[in-house]
């Protein structure tokens, strides 16, 4: 095969005829209608497959991971839990910025989102919410926990102890 001395427009055509299938067959259409008016916005063969690897390549992985990252919630675990595995789940999601914050402000437990989204100094960036949320989460827990040994010691009746009534001598 002759590739190397044909121009751009017909080793373009030439990988275009391969290209097949759901999504990629609107794609190759837009390609084809820019061969056809001579519009074609690549200079070399590379830049086309770099665009078509851009476009369709290692899409399915990044697309269980957004998947797997959009299912994830804190649920029960500690918040400290769910950042690792949020953060676990991020990696290869193609999730950033603004939409990553988001996706982690959704699976968080809604009583700490409603307090750091209510705060007066919301976090930023996902750093500072992963440590925020964080924090939140620790103290909620602890204060659980100081709830439920306080009630448990008045249940066994080891409350604080009375005061002693003064009496009025006449």
Do not use: C, H
Request: proline share 2%.
């Amino acid at each position: 095969m002759k590739m190397r001395e044909a121009v751009v427009e017909e080793q373009v055509q030439w990988v275009l005829s391969y290209v097949q299938g759901g999504s990629a067959d609107v794609w190759k259409e837009n390609v084809m209608e820019e061969l056809e008016i001579g519009e074609m916005e690549y200079k070399t063969v590379e830049e086309f497959l770099t665009s078509l690897k851009k476009e369709f390549g290692g899409g399915e992985e990044e697309l269980v991971k957004a998947a797997e990252l959009r299912k994830l919630e804190q649920g029960g675990r500690t918040m400290k839990k769910f950042v690792q595995e949020f953060k676990r789940a991020v990696r290869g999601s193609g999730y950033e910025g603004r939409l990553l914050v988001e996706e982690f402000k959704r699976g968080m437990n809604r009583a700490i989102r409603r307090k750091l989204m209510e705060a007066e100094d919301q976090p930023g960036s996902i750093e500072q919410w992963y440590r925020r949320a964080t924090a939140l989460d620790r103290n909620w827990r602890e204060s659980r926990r100081e709830e439920e040994k306080m009630r448990e010691k008045k249940e066994q009746g080891g409350g604080a102890p009375k005061q002693k009534q003064r009496q009025n001598l006449p």
